[in-house]
Nanobody, 124 residues
Framework: QVQLAETGGGLVQTGGSLRLSCEGSGSTFSNYAVGWFHQAPGKQREFVAAVTRNGVSTYYADSSKGRFTIFRDYAKNAVYLQMNSLKPEDTAVYYC?????????????????WGQGTQVTVSS
């Protein structure tokens, strides 16, 4: 069993930045890939970014490329999502996920554990 806790959400103006944190419990967290997804009201949960177990490879949704960076801190058993140049359309609840068993990291169903989410609101 893995427990995930997201922090770092908040209210920011267009063009601003936020850094989201996902902390995991136990050794399982560091031994598997971690993904970030977001879900806006009335919409399906969507892929944002993912990082492999060793932190070497990263994957981004087209809307995240060039603005967001995902990276791991093994000492803190955490994965971060640095979000720059935020836009109102980035407003959503952001979730981290752990233990990927699917075929595509963008597939919500391919992830086993999820956090409770953190709200990000970007004002225009």
């Amino acid at each position: 069993q893995v427990q995930l806790a997201e922090t770092g959400g908040g209210l920011v103006q267009t063009g601003g930045s936020l850094r989201l944190s996902c902390e995991g419990s136990g050794s399982t967290f560091s031994n598997y890939a971690v993904g970030w997804f977001h879900q806006a009201p009335g919409k399906q949960r969507e892929f944002v970014a993912a990082v492999t177990r060793n932190g070497v490879s990263t994957y981004y949704a087209d809307s995240s490329k060039g603005r967001f960076t995902i990276f791991r801190d093994y000492a803190k058993n955490a994965v971060y999502l640095q979000m720059n140049s935020l836009k109102p359309e980035d407003t959503a609840v952001y979730y981290c996920a752990n233990v990927f068993t699917g075929t595509s990291v963008s597939d919500v169903g391919g992830w086993r554990y999820w956090g409770q989410g953190t709200q990000v609101t970007v004002s225009s």
